[in-house]
């Protein structure tokens, strides 16, 4: 299986920080990583297919990047309601495979 | 929009079988792949398997041996059975569309293995 390591676990930000969550794979996933948001009590939310496509209505404060083994999802400028845990995940092989999360809280 | 509500048992003892079902409203049914994965504060989340319209399935080689999914295109629904279950499939089970990437979600269903 592909092993999808995140950093950090989990971070404390302000509103309007700058926020950079890295994934690192345990093999070449060349463009295949996924990123997804997750609240307390809610299903994930897919935010960014294939390194860095936005999903329809996704603001466009979010941002991911990277190939290979190594991949980013950046906020810009945090908001309230970006408050969450954030997952990677890989679509290379099967089976899926996802990080074990980072989640950013209040600071 | 596309919208996924499930449902199953939620309380199980061992050895018994997890079943759970979905129905996808909205969107096209026999264009999507069928997925359900599961959350567990020990494993995080997994994937569990897919399936299409065309009855292709690919699962989890960490759960092939006890899982089926299937699904009916006359019902838009899709299932997920879990033979023999333990105490470690205590989890959140969840059904998504999408292979690569799981695009629409259900709601959840929290399942307990306990005796």
């Known amino acids: 299986d592909i092993q999808m390591t995140q950093s950090p676990s989990s971070l404390s930000a302000s509103v309007g920080d700058r926020v950079t969550i890295t994934c690192r794979a345990s093999?070449?996933?060349?463009?295949?990583l996924n990123w997804y948001q997750q609240k307390p009590g809610k299903a994930p939310k897919l935010l960014i297919n294939a390194v860095s496509t936005l999903q329809s209505g996704v603001p466009s404060r979010f941002s991911g990047s990277g190939s290979g083994t190594d991949f980013a999802l950046t906020i810009s400028s945090l908001q309230p309601e970006d408050f969450a845990t954030y997952y990677c995940?890989?679509?290379?092989?099967?089976?899926?495979?996802f990080g074990q999360g980072t989640k950013v809280e209040v600071k | 929009q596309v919208q996924l509500q499930q449902w199953g048992a939620g309380l199980l003892k061992p050895s018994e079988t997890l079943s759970l079902t979905c129905a996808v409203q909205?969107?096209?049914?026999?264009?999507?792949?069928w997925s359900w994965l599961r959350q567990s504060p020990g494993k995080g989340l997994e994937w569990i398997g897919e399936n299409t319209h065309r009855g292709y399935t690919n699962y989890n080689p960490s759960l092939k041996s006890r899982v089926t999914i299937s699904g009916d295109t006359s019902k838009n629904q899709f299932s997920l059975k879990l033979n023999s279950v333990t105490a470690a499939d205590t989890a959140v089970y969840y059904c998504?569309?999408?292979?690569?990437?799981?695009?629409?979600w259900g709601q959840g269903t929290l399942v307990t293995v306990s005796s």
């Open positions: 909205g969107g096209s049914f026999n264009t999507y792949y």
């Open positions: 998504a569309t999408g292979s690569y990437y799981f695009d629409y």
């Open positions: 995940q890989q679509s290379y092989g099967t089976p899926r495979t």
């Open positions: 093999q070449s996933i060349s463009s295949y």
